[in-house]
């Protein structure tokens, strides 16, 4: 927004980049030890506290440097509770829903994304720096609530199995409505002893994830989470203001509302796509969505590439446009990684 640069100054793309990147740094490093926390002291309150400090602030900021820190702390946030959240909804849903209720997170996520866009593109019309305070003020208030909420949501059965709360398992068991079935096999596992501890030291707990019975398990998970992110999606994301400018779109409010646009089509095909999960399979969505995202996200950066994208003639800008939303569309309807890297 302009008033950013006002408040801040000018900064060159390297710089931006690393503004942009910080929270990803923290929450990478921090999402090593999030399952141990999780499995400590429960899965998301304490990881949506620590993201609502770090956006309160990113709101009061008024040199870059604390802005920066900021958004630090809320990688520390993210990478406490993002996992989580998918692991806490897959632990508490049916196992023949598995894919449909974790994918709500994606819808709800993709409110979020859309909301955002929105928000940003009617305070970015208000004089001074309220206009970009006020969206962090809101993401602040909503994660500092996040947390409070939190206090009404059952722990998982298996962390409370870990804890060696039997009683209460049995309660919360009762009180989602898992089947009889799922019953015995979540006990059974328990008692076989395939929950490691969560009283393990955090060098214990990676080594844990790697031992032999479940070493596949951890390293596909990773390796397909690791893939969903190299897909592109933080580029678009973050930086489809900027794409949507570079494409010939040039005012602010018009790079937003574009934005904004793309995102409420992600959320809207995640809709059906969430239906549909558990029917077409996670396989099956994964690969034919993660061939489409390829080809996609290599048409644009080739057009980039070779300088064909102008701001105000030549049909290559179009194309950039039209493959962002088709991007989007084709990222919204394979949520397989999240449910085979929770379950």
């Not at 090593?32 to 900021?61: K, M, N, P, Q």
């Not at 031992?211 to 390796?223: H, K, L, N, Q």
């Not at 239906?275 to 644009?300: E, H, K, P, Q, Y």
Request: glycine share 10%; proline share 3%.
């Amino acid at each position: 927004m302009p008033s950013f640069i006002q408040t801040f100054g000018r900064f060159s793309a390297t710089l931006h980049g690393v503004i942009v990147s910080s929270i990803l740094v923290t929450g990478m490093l921090v999402s090593l030890l999030g399952g141990v926390l999780a499995d400590r002291y429960g899965r998301v309150a304490l990881g949506s506290l620590v993201f609502g400090i770090g956006a309160a602030v990113e709101t009061t900021s008024v040199k870059l440097a604390m802005f920066i820190i900021g958004r630090l702390i809320k990688g520390v946030g993210e990478g406490i509770f993002l996992m989580t959240v998918y692991v806490l909804v897959a632990e508490i849903s049916p196992a023949k829903r598995h894919g449909t209720v974790t994918n709500i997170t994606q819808i709800m996520i993709s409110s979020g994304i859309v909301l955002g866009y929105f928000i940003c593109y009617g305070t970015q019309v208000i004089n001074g720096s309220l206009s970009w305070r006020l969206p962090l003020a809101i993401q602040a208030t909503v994660a500092l609530t996040n947390t409070a909420a939190c206090s009404l949501v059952p722990q998982s059965p298996r962390w409370l199995l870990m804890k060696g709360l039997t009683e209460q398992t049995r309660q919360t068991i009762a009180q989602l409505g898992i089947a009889a079935e799922e019953q015995e096999e979540l006990f059974r596992q328990a008692v076989a002893g395939l929950e490691h501890s969560p009283n393990l030291s955090i060098f214990d707990s990676v080594k844990d994830v790697f031992a032999a019975p479940v070493r596949g398990r951890t390293i596909f998970g990773s390796f397909i989470l690791a893939m969903q992110q190299f897909s592109g999606i933080d580029g678009v994301l973050y930086y489809a203001p900027i794409i949507f400018r570079q494409a010939g779109l040039r005012s602010t409010e018009a790079s937003f509302f574009a934005s904004g646009i793309s995102a409420l089509v992600m959320m809207i095909i995640t809709v059906p796509a969430t239906l549909m999960c558990d029917m077409w399979g996670r396989r099956t969505s994964s690969l034919v969505g993660g061939s489409l995202t390829f080809f996609f996200m290599l048409l644009i950066g080739s057009l980039y590439a070779a300088g064909k994208v102008y701001a105000h003639h030549g049909v290559a800008r179009w194309v950039v446009i039209v493959s962002v939303y088709l991007w989007a569309c084709v990222f919204s309807v394979q949520p397989g990684h999240w449910v085979f890297a929770c379950i």
